[in-house]
T-cell receptor, first 116, second 112 residues
Framework: DAKTTQPNSMESNEEEPVHLPCNHS???????IHWYRQLPSQGPEYVIH?????VNNRMASLAIAEDRKSSTLILHRATLRDAAVYYC?????????????????WGLGTSLAVNP | KAGVTQTPRYLIKTRGQQVTLSCSPI?????VSWYQQTPGQGLQFLFE???????NKGNFPGRFSGRQFSNSRSEMNVSTLELGDSALYLC???????????FGPGTRLTVL
């Protein structure tokens, strides 16, 4: 079964970069890699996604390994507000004839603590 | 633009009862997904609706059902509640099945 593997928890200091790893060795060629984060007492929020190339947006950068079996979410300067659970997720595309659309496969995520 | 709203925010039920949860997506969003979140299992996909049709379903028993209305609002129903159904139920909306999802705050269901 498709799944992602992330460390349970990580710690960072404020204003330092954070690299959150994710292994997805069972990913197929058409599966997108999505990252969401969940702040305490809130629903998850979208961070970034990619397929093969590295991606940047205002929140973070996503570095995808050449073999696509792993990726890293990079927060360039962690703030206290970045303390959250970060989820690395597959977006599995539809299989021909299945009649299904995409499916997001969630793991347990990495709980990031940011120290002042 | 208003975000995804879910009602009620908190609910307490007893075993054997049924419950209906409601989700109003962001205006213009036609895709609504439902998830169950528990401490031990994380987020688990329940089902997804697009244009009033269920497009995808997770591995949950038939006690869990849902529907989507013509205005894209969605409801999910759980019948014959069990203690293990206690969880945070999250709704997410998106423009379409392949767009980023926007989550609501969730409904916290406690089954006694």
């Amino acid at each position: 079964d498709a799944k992602t593997t992330q460390p349970n928890s990580m710690e960072s200091n404020e204003e330092e970069p954070v690299h959150l790893p994710c292994n997805h060795s069972t990913i197929s060629g058409t599966d997108y890699i999505h990252w969401y984060r969940q702040l305490p007492s809130q629903g998850p929020e979208y961070v970034i996604h990619g397929l093969t190339s590295n991606v940047n947006n205002r929140m973070a950068s996503l570095a995808i390994a050449e073999d696509r079996k792993s990726s890293t979410l990079i927060l360039h300067r962690a703030t206290l507000r970045d303390a959250a659970v970060y989820y690395c997720i597959f977006l599995i595309g539809p299989k021909e004839g299945s009649g299904n659309n995409r499916k997001l496969i969630w793991g347990l995520g990495t709980s990031l603590a940011v120290n002042p | 633009k208003a975000g995804v709203t879910q009602t009620p925010r908190y609910l307490i039920k007893t075993r054997g009862q049924q419950v209906t949860l409601s989700c109003s997506p962001i205006s213009g969003h036609r895709s609504v997904s439902w998830y169950q979140q528990t401490p031990g299992q994380g987020l688990q996909f329940l089902f997804e609706y697009f244009s009033e049709t269920q497009r995808n379903k997770g591995n949950f028993p038939g006690r869990f059902s849902g529907r989507q209305f013509s205005n894209s609002r969605s409801e999910m129903n759980v019948s014959t509640l069990e203690l293990g159904d206690s969880a945070l139920y999250l709704c997410a909306s998106s423009l379409g099945p392949y767009n980023e999802q926007f989550f609501g705050p969730g409904t916290r269901l406690t089954v006694l």
